[in-house]
Nanobody, 123 residues
Framework: QVQLVESGGGLVQAGGSLRLSCAAS??????MGWFRQAPGKEREFVAG????????YYANSVNGRFTISRDHAKNTVYLQMNSLKPEDTAVYYC??????????????????WGKGTMVTVSS
C-alpha cells in the first residue's frame, strides 16, 4: 500500500506559476502522474513519467507550460506549472501505477491515488 500526499496548491493570478509536490510513503518502481478534475468535468490526464525517467508525457493543453519531475531519493514527484490560465483551475491529483494508460480514464491504469490539492487561477 502506497500513500500519496499532494501539496502546493493555492490561488494564483493568470500568468503566474505554482509547483505541486506529491510525496509517496514508500519507494515505488512504478510510473507516476498528475491528473486534474475541474468542477463538473471528468478527471483528465495532465502529465506522466515512467520510473526510469526516460519517458515523459503531457496533455496537449499543458505541453510547454507544465513540467513533471521526480526525485527518487525523496520519493517525490513534482509538477511545475507556468503561464497558468483560468482553465487550469481544478483539483490536482497525483497517482502511481505499474501499468499506466495515460489516455484511458478515469482510472488511467493507476494503482494508488492521492486526495488532491486545489489550484485556482483567477483571471
Amino acid at each position: 500500500q502506497v500513500q500519496l500526499v499532494e501539496s502546493g496548491g493555492g490561488l494564483v493570478q493568470a500568468g503566474g506559476s505554482l509547483r505541486l509536490s506529491c510525496a509517496a510513503s514508500a519507494h515505488t518502481f512504478s510510473s507516476m502522474g498528475w491528473f486534474r478534475q475541474a468542477p463538473g468535468k471528468e478527471r483528465e490526464f495532465v502529465a506522466g513519467k515512467n520510473w526510469a525517467g526516460t519517458s515523459t508525457y503531457y496533455a496537449n493543453s499543458v505541453n510547454g507550460r507544465f513540467t513533471i519531475s521526480r526525485d527518487h531519493a525523496k520519493n517525490t514527484v513534482y509538477l511545475q506549472m507556468n503561464s497558468l490560465k483560468p482553465e487550469d483551475t481544478a483539483v490536482y491529483y497525483c497517482a502511481t501505477g505499474a501499468a499506466p494508460r495515460w489516455n484511458v480514464g478515469p482510472a488511467y491504469g493507476m494503482d494508488y491515488w492521492g486526495k488532491g490539492t486545489m489550484v485556482t487561477v483567477s483571471s
